[in-house]
């Protein structure tokens, strides 16, 4: 997901200050997280702490404390951050348990790929019975392209987006403002995700969902922390960040010649995204992370790898929620209910698919996300229900990079035509 450029002078324009503020408001939040009180404890029984790293960003850019569109921790948050995590959450990888749940992972995925093709043209015609000015528009002005856009980005990601500008060609204008839509219904999507994970055995129960394959993963992995855990010493977080960062270090220098190769040699394969430097970033990342856990490294999870994984993520959630502007809503009320109308369709399928298979929330959720979203979003998700899960979020939403801007462009073509005249 991607924002538009904001044209103010933020309160606080020292990036290090911006970085110190949004590790200070992490620090309130787990701490406060964990107060006794009765009221706090209501509070994030509500309102889980995840939502909140994503949600009080967002409202130091909306009031124009920082400028969280352009600052530079963005890029960090995903070329830095994202990476780092991925190989610390996969050290410990199952690959056993992994292709145990691939039938129902891979169905929720497909289910949430259909629902964004569908749901776009259904919702631009829906629209444009009631209000057809909104999805109208002529030339680069025509709707649909910006919409095609957003599409790739809510199968795939920024890059499938980017690509699908520039086959679609929308307008500035009409861009920019697809991406607050993009920015804040997938934020809203992904909230009420994140909230559903909080009750996700309730969730289930009401889909009558079995979740066996889940809790066996989950519990294994936990017994296995518990088994061999032990108190960490200094040359423990030596070794992980030195595999964190050493490997996103080896995957940056590899995406970068392999996207450059790709763009040469096939450029027809940029509808795949395997041309994006970043596509190959997240692969090459998930890859050593794999191979490590074949490895004596996989022994940094009994002193808590996925821990400094867990808070690397969070670093990461906090750069990404201070992209949010909130107050982007009211620039174009009638497109934003477009994108409500697009997710809520996606939304009622998955639901729909999950009620008659019996599918767990989990899935549901992770395969929604690993389209809307991408890879960090998915990460995020994946991990509000455990640590160990996170692996499955991942390679879901490297594929959904992949086919992306095809799915994207299809969307597309099926909004044009339904689009008036």
């Keep these: 997901m991607q924002n538009t450029t904001n044209e103010f002078t933020p309160l606080i324009t020292d990036q290090a200050g911006v970085f110190g503020i949004l590790m200070i408001v992490l620090g309130i939040i787990f701490y406060t997280s964990t107060l006794k009180n009765r009221y706090i404890q209501g ?39 994202l990476p780092a995590c991925l190989i610390l959450f996969t050290l410990n990888l199952d690959l056993r348990e992994m292709w145990n749940m691939r039938k129902r992972a891979g169905l929720m995925f497909i289910t949430g790929t259909i629902g964004i093709v569908v749901g776009g043209p259904a919702a631009v015609w829906l629209t444009a019975i009631v209000a057809p000015d909104v999805v109208g528009g002529a030339g680069p002005d025509e709707v649909w392209r910006g919409l095609g856009a957003l599409a790739g980005s809510w199968v795939g990601g920024s890059a499938n987006q980017v690509a699908l500008k520039e086959i679609l060609q929308p307008s500035p204008q009409l861009f920019s403002a697809i991406l607050a839509v993009d920015v804040f219904v997938a934020y809203i999507w992904m909230a009420l995700l994140l909230y559903g994970a909080t009750k996700s055995k309730a969730i289930d129960r009401l889909l009558k969902a079995d979740d066996t394959d889940v809790k066996v ?54 509808k795949f995204s395997l041309t994006n430097g970043f596509f190959w970033l997240v692969l090459f990342a998930t890859v050593i992370g794999i191979i ?26 906090v750069t990404i929620g201070m992209q949010m502007d909130i107050s982007a ?28 298979m019996k599918i767990p929330f989990f899935y549901l959720a992770v ?55």
């Excluded at 030195?242 to 027809?268: C, D, K, N, R, W």
């Excluded at 009211?330 to 497109?335: A, K, M, S, T």
């Excluded at 998915?378 to 095809?406: D, E, K, N, Q, R």
Aim: net charge neutral; proline share 5%; aromatic share 10%.
């Design 43 to 81: 509070f994030y029984s509500v309102i889980p702490p995840l939502l909140l790293c994503y949600f009080l960003p967002g409202l130091l850019n909306s009031f124009r404390v920082i400028d969280g569109i352009n600052s530079p921790l963005t890029s960090i948050g995903s070329r830095y951050f």
């Design 329 to 356: 809503i009211l620039d174009n009320p009638g497109l934003f209910i477009v994108g409500l109308i697009w997710i809520s369709i996606h939304a009622l399928l998955l639901i729909g698919v999950a009620k008659l």
């Design 367 to 421: 395969g929604s996300t690993a389209n809307v979203g991408g890879v960090a979003s998915a990460t995020v998700t994946a991990a509000a229900f455990h640590p160990s899960l996170i692996s499955v979020g991942v390679i879901l939403a490297v594929f959904g990079y992949a086919i992306g801007t095809y799915a994207g462009w299809l969307t597309a073509i099926l909004m044009q035509l339904v689009s008036p005249v």
């Design 292 to 317: 490590l856990s074949f490895t004596p490294a996989r022994k940094l999870e009994n002193a808590g790898a996925s821990k400094l994984g867990t808070t690397l993520l969070y670093m990461l959630v």
């Design 217 to 270: 993963l989950t519990r294994q992995m936990d017994e296995r922390t518990q088994a061999n855990s032990r108190i960490p010493e200094s040359r423990d977080f030596i070794f992980m960040l030195a595999l964190a960062l050493g490997g996103t270090g080896i995957s940056s220098l590899l995406a970068t010649p392999v996207s450059a190769y790709m763009a040469e040699h096939f450029p027809q394969l940029e």
